[in-house]
């Protein structure tokens, strides 16, 4: 055969593939699309997944540059998506039911829900079916949002006409006003598996200061959320000890929000906190605390109390982008503290701490506010607890955008 013969037969041939391949699949990426790329190019090329199921050809799962890396193993299957959706949809359901007994500590976790929620809708392609069950529990938490706000707004306005109580609303009003403050970390931004032990910042650690004071935090936070203006004692207090439990992870989300609120970028916030370290750096040493607590708890078989921290504890740190918190046997285990009775909650028994809605307001009314005190529901034999309802099922919603993003182009495949 002659050359020219042989030219022709291996354009025939590569032409037949196409059309095959075209009539399967789709057009394929242009082969040569990734030889001639650029390093930085190449970095950013995208497969689309494209799944074949009883002939159909069904949306492309990710669009989406960089999202899954070899070291984000997926580790969850259709059923744990399904058990997931139930587990957050109960809660919800629970909330929807209590609307006027909730405080805002139920807002928190419903924000950070729909946070998670629109970032997975804007961020993937999915099948229609999983499309329309993520933008339906994503309404409901909004929804749940939006009237226990109102009518948080309606209560401390009705109660305290003060400038200081004013104030005091403002603050609590800059954690719960939307979800997209929620939606972090950026897909595919978890950080390597060693990062949390890199130890670049070593801070003393100090676990004689309990977290009881919440207007210290609304204050420091607060100051985040009002051009990036934080009191310098905010940086020692927060940040210049690794504190514990709940006092530590709201140092965290302190550097979430700062993050967040471009305060990295404001040149006097970042002299005030370059005294102690780089933020990132602050942040990974936080949660390597944080990381010891929990494996603590664990060993200790989570005791009941201290499963409320358990779940804010693997809430921040996943929300900072350590994977390592999204721990899939962690997951069951807080999956297993939800109530099996009609009430979706997670349940604590009622102690000196645990106040219903009306009583935290006589408390504030009288200003009378030495205690944190936890929202709790009492419905028949249930003792329904707020924060740690609310916590729970937004750790269980970070979750379930993990499993997304590292199990989609395979998960709807069963």
């Known amino acids: 055969m002659k050359i020219h013969e042989r030219f022709i037969l291996v354009i025939a041939l590569v032409t037949a593939v196409y059309i095959v391949w075209w009539m399967n699949f789709?057009?394929?990426?242009?082969?040569?699309?990734?030889?001639?790329?650029s390093s930085e190019q190449k970095e950013h090329i995208i497969e689309d997944v494209v799944v074949v199921n009883a002939g159909r050809v069904a949306e492309p799962i990710s669009q989406l540059k960089n999202v899954a890396r070899k070291d984000d193993k997926c580790h969850y299957n259709l059923s744990d998506f399904e058990d997931i959706m139930e587990?957050?949809?109960?809660?919800?359901?629970?909330?929807?039911?209590?609307?006027?007994?909730?405080?805002?500590?139920?807002?928190?976790?419903?924000?950070?829900?729909?946070?998670q929620l629109q970032l997975l809708l804007k961020s993937f392609s999915l099948p229609?079916?999983?499309?329309?069950?993520?933008?339906?529990?994503?309404?409901?938490?909004?929804?749940?949002?939006d009237?226990?706000?109102?009518?948080?707004?309606?209560?401390?306005?009705?109660?305290?006409?003060?400038?200081?109580?004013?104030?005091?609303?403002?603050?609590?009003?800059?954690?719960?006003?939307?979800?997209?403050?929620?939606?972090?970390?950026?897909?595919?931004?978890?950080?390597?598996?060693n990062k949390l032990h890199l130890h670049l910042y070593r801070a003393e650690d100090d676990d004689s200061v309990l977290f009881s004071d919440s207007d210290f935090s609304n204050r420091c936070i607060?100051?985040?959320?009002?051009?990036?203006?934080?009191?310098e004692d905010c940086f020692i207090s927060f940040l210049e000890k690794r504190r514990s439990e709940y006092f530590i992870t709201h140092s965290v989300l302190f550097l979430?929000?700062?993050?967040?609120?471009?305060?990295?970028?404001?040149?006097?916030?970042?002299?005030?906190?370059?005294?102690?370290?780089?933020?990132?750096?602050?942040?990974?040493?936080?949660?390597?605390?944080?990381?010891?607590?929990?494996?603590d708890c664990e060993k200790r078989g989570f005791p009941l109390f201290y499963r409320d921290l358990f779940s804010e504890q693997v809430l921040v740190c996943s929300m900072a982008g350590f994977r390592q918190f999204l721990n899939y046997s962690w997951y069951k285990t807080i999956a297993s503290w939800q109530s099996k009775g009609s009430l979706g909650c997670f349940e604590l028994p009622k102690t000196d701490f645990s106040k219903t809605f009306d009583e935290i307001y006589n408390i504030k009314k009288e200003h009378n506010r030495v205690k944190r005190y936890d929202n709790v529901v009492l419905a028949g034999s249930q003792s329904c607890s707020v924060h740690f309802?609310?916590?729970?099922?937004?750790?269980?919603?970070?979750?379930?955008?993990?499993?997304?993003?590292?199990?989609?182009e395979t998960l709807f495949l069963e």
């Not at 916030?269 to 370290?277: A, D, Q, V």
């Open 87 to 115: 587990i957050i949809s109960r809660g919800l359901k629970f909330f929807e039911l209590h609307l006027t007994e909730l405080i805002v500590d139920a807002v928190v976790g419903t924000r950070i829900l729909q946070g």
């Open 256 to 295: 979430l929000f700062s993050k967040k609120k471009n305060c990295f970028n404001n040149k006097e916030y970042m002299e005030n906190i370059r005294k102690l370290n780089e933020p990132e750096n602050i942040l990974a040493s936080f949660c390597e605390k944080i990381w010891l607590e929990a494996h």
């Open 26 to 37: 789709g057009l394929p990426r242009p082969i040569f699309e990734g030889i001639f790329a």
């Open 222 to 231: 607060g100051a985040v959320f009002e051009g990036c203006a934080v009191p």
């Open 147 to 193: 009237q226990v706000v109102r009518h948080f707004v309606d209560v401390m306005t009705s109660n305290d006409q003060t400038l200081s109580g004013e104030k005091r609303l403002k603050q609590n009003l800059h954690w719960i006003e939307g979800g997209s403050l929620w939606e972090m970390p950026a897909p595919g931004a978890w950080f390597e598996e």
């Open 389 to 408: 309802t609310a916590i729970s099922i937004a750790a269980i919603g970070v979750h379930l955008r993990y499993c997304i993003e590292t199990c989609g």
């Open 128 to 145: 229609l079916k999983i499309r329309k069950q993520l933008e339906e529990l994503q309404l409901a938490a909004r929804n749940v949002s």
